[in-house]
């Protein structure tokens, strides 16, 4: 909790904030430069981010240097200082870890260079956010969960990993919407990782102890969604426990659609990525914005999955 009201402390406060043109890089001539650290490109939701923050700086005329932390908080924070070393006008930061990913807002306000986090928060405020509200997405999850077992079940929490901010958020919108619902039973919480094979492997070991107690799967993401599904397709367990995950992925619309998947709650790549773009020239330009910028969540079950999938 101390580490979510630092988060809260953070971003909580909208309103219009600007800062100081940076002045291009001269060997760019006038076209400006945003640096990007992304928390892992091996991670389906953060590259379709990724690719709409390219192709928003490309029709911009922006050079975005993007480059992959790999999940590591220390090397993110060692991108965001090599950002500053060449110059950039602003940079966008996907943070690993909401403590660890900290130090490099500080840098980069210290250095006089705005910085925005996407997607996921720090501890220390950034210049802007841009992105969604983790804990409505939680309740959207647990919501559906608590209404296909009318009010009354054992709940398994897939985590992600600990410590980043849509790990903590989810958690805690999730643990909300049961902790008023007293009938519905967490039976166990663990981390998957974000990681689909991760999460297959879990999700094994779960059915082993758990056996016919489990009834439901919430997975912070739809990577371990999609790794719950396929380990309880393989046991034959599918359409004995429900699985609901966040993302709407493609692969998770599909199986929504199939009816492998009973929900994912939709998290706009798009729009997430074009207005961290935006957002970040705009303060880089001088420019005001809004501190916060938050994209609606939405359900997607088998009942609206032709506004969704294309």
């Not at 996407?118 to 956010?129: G, I, L, Q």
């Not at 409505?136 to 990993?161: C, F, T, V």
């Not at 903590?168 to 689909?196: H, T, V």
């Not at 330009?285 to 939405?298: A, C, D, S, Y």
Request: proline residues 3%; aromatic residues 4%; glycine residues 8%.
């Amino acid at each position: 909790m101390k580490i979510f009201k630092l988060i809260l402390g953070g971003i909580a406060l909208t309103g219009l904030v600007a800062c100081g043109d940076q002045g291009s890089n001269e060997s760019e001539g006038d076209q400006m430069i945003i640096g990007a650290s992304m928390l892992s490109m091996q991670n389906e939701f953060v590259v379709n981010v990724a690719d709409e923050m390219e192709r928003t700086a490309d029709s911009l005329g922006v050079k975005l240097i993007l480059v992959d932390a790999e999940r590591s908080a220390l090397k993110q924070v060692e991108q965001v200082e090599s950002f500053i070393a060449q110059g950039v006008d602003a940079i966008i930061m996907n943070p690993c870890e909401v403590e660890a990913s900290a130090p490099a807002i500080l840098l980069a306000q210290k250095a006089n260079i705005p910085i925005i986090n996407v997607n996921s928060e720090t501890s220390a405020a950034p210049d802007a956010f841009v992105g969604s509200d983790d804990i409505e997405s939680g309740r959207i999850a647990l919501s559906y969960i608590k209404d296909r077992l009318n009010g009354e079940g054992n709940i398994l929490i897939m985590h992600g990993y600990m410590g980043q901010a849509a790990q903590i958020k989810r958690d805690q919108g999730a643990k909300e919407l049961m902790g008023a619902n007293p009938k519905l039973k967490l039976l166990a919480e663990q981390s998957g990782e974000w990681d689909r094979a991760k999460a297959m492997s879990l999700t094994e070991n779960w059915l082993q102890t758990y056996g016919e107690k489990a009834q439901a799967i919430f997975a912070h993401n739809d990577e371990m969604g999609m790794g719950a599904v396929k380990a309880l397709e393989a046991a034959g367990k599918k359409d004995k426990i429900i699985v609901v995950s966040i993302d709407a992925i493609p692969d998770a619309l599909n199986a929504v659609k199939k009816g492998s998947l009973d929900a994912t709650v939709f998290q706009n790549a798009q729009q997430q990525g074009s207005q961290a773009v935006l957002t970040a020239l705009k303060l880089a330009k001088g420019e005001p914005v809004e501190q916060q910028t938050l994209i609606p969540f939405q359900l997607v079950t088998k009942e609206n999955i032709g506004r969704f999938i294309k």
